[in-house]
């Protein structure tokens, strides 16, 4: 347990640097938003493109882990989606419920974690675990939010303006132009990995502090409305504890008990990469619903929420999981 917690201290660290800078006035209201723009329109591109760029589809294609992946996340995601478009909820923000709840922290929580337990051959699984979760399901979020908020109704006109969009998108640009260039074989040149590299390492820090920010951001935004006299106010702005419980139960339980099914029962996976593909679904929730939600200017509040009580708890669920599949580090 000791290990799993030193493993996430620094992404608590990360967050309550930001929230500290924001609370004691060294950032503005608005650095939430801008922190956030240089993640999606900078850093993580960055990232996302040199981990396709350097990827070949012979490393990733391992089809039983590929589809435990994607059917255990997007089961997930099409029942959250379901749930609260029934509670009437607009489709851009339920969509990103749907990512909170099958979004796994695989890039900032997942390689480290892994590495510890497995050593060197978790690498491939999880860098295809994240390629699924930052470029499939990133781009399958960012098309329903683009056709919750477009106004045009007819079809095919709507579908140009939502593919459109969804193409513009920097988060899905970025890993489509990098896994042209690996499949034409071209060749990234020594300065532009370089800059690669040292912007895509920027991503994680800077989604983190930004997560700090929002957070401050909510609390102060909490003080100034009890200090005018406005609590009930401010208690209707909080997010219904009953979608933050549910949505944290199908993350950290949920979500690895479906991994393990199809992981043992469909796909027959060697003992091993199934212990992988279950770790890897028991994660917290990544920033990236935060991000989205940001981007498009949609409450945040349940989601920093999800974001938060997540990596809190699964200090504690990742260790139950490993024990229960008799996982230790070596």
Same mark, same amino acid.
């Given at each position: 347990?000791?290990?799993?917690?030193?493993?996430?201290?620094?992404?608590?660290?990360?967050?309550?640097?930001?929230?500290?800078?924001?609370?004691?006035?060294?950032?503005?209201?608005?650095?939430?938003?801008?922190?956030?723009?240089?993640?999606?329109?900078?850093?993580?591109?960055?990232?996302?493109?040199?981990?396709?760029?350097?990827?070949?589809?012979?490393?990733?294609?391992?089809?039983?882990?590929?589809?435990?992946?994607?059917?255990?996340?997007?089961?997930?995601?099409?029942?959250?989606?379901?749930?609260?478009?029934?509670?009437?909820?607009?489709?851009?923000?339920?969509?990103?419920?749907?990512?909170?709840?099958?979004?796994?922290?695989?890039?900032?929580?997942?390689?480290?974690?892994?590495?510890?337990?497995?050593?060197?051959?978790?690498?491939?699984?999880?860098?295809?675990?994240?390629?699924?979760?930052?470029?499939?399901?990133?781009?399958?979020?960012?098309?329903?939010?683009?056709?919750?908020?477009?106004?045009?109704?007819?079809?095919?006109? =709507? $579908? &140009?303006?939502?593919? %459109?969009?969804?193409?513009?998108?920097?988060?899905?640009?970025?890993?489509?132009? #990098? !896994? *042209?260039?690996?499949?034409?074989?071209?060749?990234?040149?020594?300065?532009?990995?370089?800059?690669?590299?040292?912007?895509?390492?920027?991503?994680?820090?800077?989604?983190?502090?930004?997560?700090?920010?929002?957070?401050?951001?909510?609390?102060?935004?909490?003080?100034?409305?009890?200090?005018?006299?406005?609590?009930?106010?401010?208690?209707?702005?909080?997010?219904?504890?009953?979608?933050?419980?549910?949505?944290?139960?199908?993350?950290?339980?949920?979500?690895?008990?479906?991994?393990?099914?199809?992981?043992?029962?469909?796909?027959?996976?060697?003992?091993?990469?199934?212990?992988?593909?279950?770790? =890897? $679904? &028991?994660?917290?929730? %990544?920033?990236?619903?935060?991000?989205?939600?940001?981007?498009?200017?949609?409450? #945040? !509040? *349940?989601?920093?929420?999800?974001?938060?009580?997540?990596?809190?708890?699964?200090?504690?669920?990742?260790?139950?999981?490993?024990?229960?599949?008799?996982?230790?580090?070596?």
């Amino acid at each position: 347990m000791l290990s799993t917690f030193l493993i996430l201290l620094p992404i608590f660290g990360l967050i309550a640097a930001g929230y500290a800078v924001r609370l004691r006035g060294v950032m503005g209201a608005g650095a939430a938003s801008e922190v956030n723009r240089l993640v999606v329109w900078l850093a993580l591109p960055a990232l996302l493109f040199d981990i396709m760029a350097h990827t070949s589809w012979r490393e990733i294609w391992q089809p039983g882990f590929v589809w435990t992946f994607v059917l255990a996340k997007g089961l997930m995601f099409g029942a959250v989606l379901a749930w609260r478009l029934l509670a009437r909820k607009p489709l851009a923000d339920a969509s990103i419920d749907a990512v909170a709840a099958s979004y796994p922290n695989t890039g900032y929580v997942g390689f480290p974690l892994l590495l510890l337990l497995f050593g060197k051959d978790s690498l491939t699984p999880t860098t295809i675990a994240t390629i699924i979760v930052a470029c499939v399901f990133f781009a399958v979020a960012i098309a329903l939010i683009e056709a919750g908020l477009q106004a045009e109704r007819h079809p095919r006109k =709507l $579908a &140009a303006k939502v593919a %459109g969009a969804v193409l513009k998108n920097p988060l899905v640009l970025a890993p489509l132009l #990098g !896994a *042209l260039c690996a499949g034409a074989g071209v060749a990234i040149p020594a300065s532009a990995e370089t800059f690669l590299k040292l912007l895509g390492g920027a991503a994680s820090p800077c989604a983190l502090v930004g997560l700090g920010l929002f957070l401050a951001n909510q609390k102060l935004a909490r003080r100034e409305r009890t200090q005018a006299g406005r609590t009930p106010a401010s208690n209707a702005a909080q997010p219904g504890r009953g979608p933050l419980a549910a949505i944290v139960a199908i993350k950290l339980a949920a979500q690895p008990a479906l991994t393990w099914l199809l992981a043992t029962h469909v796909f027959a996976l060697p003992p091993q990469l199934r212990h992988m593909a279950v770790l =890897l $679904a &028991a994660l917290p929730t %990544g920033t990236g619903p935060f991000m989205l939600a940001e981007y498009y200017r949609r409450d #945040g !509040a *349940l989601i920093s929420n999800v974001i938060l009580v997540t990596t809190v708890a699964s200090v504690v669920t990742l260790v139950v999981v490993a024990a229960l599949m008799g996982v230790t580090p070596p």
